[in-house]
Structure formats: structure tokens, C-alpha cells
């Protein structure tokens, strides 16, 4: 499946659409290159999802948590600044990987195997006119 997002103002609907395509699947693991639009599209995800914080690239703190209108946890891992594979056991991984919030993860690769075969896996493509074609398995 693919979701063509031709600019920002498409944002919302591919929200929608890539959360419904998911159905009741709630960890989410992007790749793409630097400046894919990774961070934007999944403020677009919490703001979908009702987020009433302002959604932000956890690039320095790794993990950001996000609370919805309802009271729900949404969290935002970004892998960026991992070295090893032992540091997301510090901060522990394992518990996001396992509960019942939304989870976006950002450069995932490097904990690839960690991750539960469900996790809905986004490619992020930037084509030549700039737009954004997000890309599920």
C-alpha cells in the first residue's frame, strides 16, 4: 500500500488513512532519510490521535510522551542518537514495545530485531517533485 502526501495540507488525510489501513495496531517504526518528514508526519499521527501537547522531535531526550484529550499516552522514540543497541535497554524499550499506547518510532534500524512482527513498517520516499509517498508492506 501506498499514501502520496503532495504537500502539508495533505497531512490529516494521510494521518487518517494510515491509521486506518493499521487497524488496532499501535507500534509504528519509520525510515526514511534525513529530512523525509519523518518528525511531521507523525505529529500529524498524535494530532489525529488527539494530542493536546505540542509534538516534538525527541532526537535529544529519545523519548517523548504525548497525552491525548482522553487522558491516553502517546509515545515518540527517535533511535537517532543511539550508538548501541544495549542503550535502549537503559531507557527501557521493551515496556513501549509491549503496552497498550500508540508508539512512532524514528530510525528504527538499529533495533530492528527488537521490534514485534506486528509493528506497522512506514518507508518514507521524497520523489522528484518533493512529495512524500509513504510505503507499507
Known amino acids: ?41 507523525i505529529k500529524a499521527l498524535c494530532k489525529n490521535l488527539g494530542a493536546i501537547d505540542i509534538v516534538s522531535s525527541p532526537t535529544f531526550t529519545l523519548v517523548n510522551e504525548y497525552k491525548t484529550s482522553g487522558g491516553e499516552s502517546l509515545f515518540h522514540i527517535d533511535f537517532y542518537r543511539i550508538k548501541k543497541q544495549e542503550e535502549v535497554y537503559d531507557f527501557g524499550l521493551e515496556e ?12 528504527p534500524e538499529l533495533v530492528e530485531e527488537l521490534l514485534p512482527e506486528e ?15 509513504l510505503s507499507l508492506p
Open 1 to 41: 500500500m501506498e499514501i502520496l502526501i503532495k504537500d502539508k495540507r495533505h497531512l490529516p488525510a494521510a494521518a487518517r488513512e494510515l491509521l486506518n489501513h493499521s487497524a488496532d495496531k499501535k507500534i509504528f517504526a519509520f525510515y526514511g532519510s534525513m529530512g523525509a518528514g519523518k518528525t511531521t508526519i
Open 96 to 107: 513501549y514495545l509491549t503496552g497498550d499506547s500508540y508508539c512512532f518510532m524514528e530510525w
Open 119 to 133: 509493528t506497522v513498517r512506514v518507508r518514507i520516499i521524497v520523489d522528484n517533485d518533493e512529495q512524500r509517498v
